[in-house]
């Protein structure tokens, strides 16, 4: 551009600072073993290293999440079952037709379910 001549005014560097003088620090860097260190790069890699653990945790809190789902449908299941049976020793109580089997059978179905939700089962 200026073929080989340094203009003696400043090149809208500021302060007095010569183009020359900014090309001549980056050769004698240069010449040092000193380059340019590519952050971008270096914040890739941190990214993949903390998006790596993050699937690890997903993948972990996707399997809890499909044992917690399969216990709920079975403990929905059985709460289900237990209203229906309650139900009906309800309708039999109504019309006085109570009988000591229907009796058993819902104290039974009721220890099943404080077995199954956790409970003790006892009192």
Do not use: C, W
Not at 15 to 40: A, M, P, W
Not at 69 to 79: L, N, R, V
Not at 100 to 120: T, V
């Amino acid at each position: 551009m200026y073929k080989g001549e340094i203009p003696k005014r400043p090149l809208n560097y500021g302060f007095g600072v010569k183009q020359s003088d900014i090309f001549g620090v980056e050769g004698l860097l240069r010449k040092e073993g000193s380059s340019y260190v590519n952050n971008g790069a270096v914040e890739v890699e941190n990214i993949k290293g903390e998006l790596s653990a993050v699937k690890k945790q997903n993948q972990e809190l996707a399997q809890q999440n499909k044992a917690l789902s399969t216990k709920f449908d079975e403990t929905t299941q059985s709460f289900k079952m237990i209203a229906s049976f309650l139900g009906q020793v309800l309708k039999e109580v109504r019309k006085g037709n109570v009988s000591s089997d229907l009796l058993d059978g819902a104290e039974s179905a009721i220890h099943m379910i404080n077995d199954d939700s956790g409970g003790s089962g006892e009192k």
